[in-house]
């Protein structure tokens, strides 16, 4: 797989077991995997940097997943 260059997959789940299946499956693309497990936390996270995908959870505490997406 080719890498994006610069880029990073940022992937939002309060459920640690499910950021760890999707990031063994995303790392044969060569790109920074960015793991959060709030939407609080994935804010801080991209802050500054620069995000090709973002996979989130929808049904998470205090700050879903759209309202996450809203916010990126």
Same mark, same amino acid.
């Given at each position: 797989?080719?890498?994006? =260059?610069?880029s990073g997959i940022l992937i939002v789940d309060d459920i640690p077991e499910n %950021?760890?299946?999707l990031e063994a499956l995303l790392v044969?693309? =060569?790109s920074q995997i960015l793991k959060a497990y709030s939407g609080r936390e994935a804010i801080e996270l991209i802050e500054g940097k620069?995000?090709?995908v973002a996979l989130?959870? %929808?049904n998470m505490p205090k700050m879903d997943g759209i309202e996450l997406a809203r916010r990126i």
């Open positions: 797989m080719q890498s994006i =260059k610069g %950021i760890m299946y044969s693309f =060569k620069n995000i090709a989130i959870d %929808i």
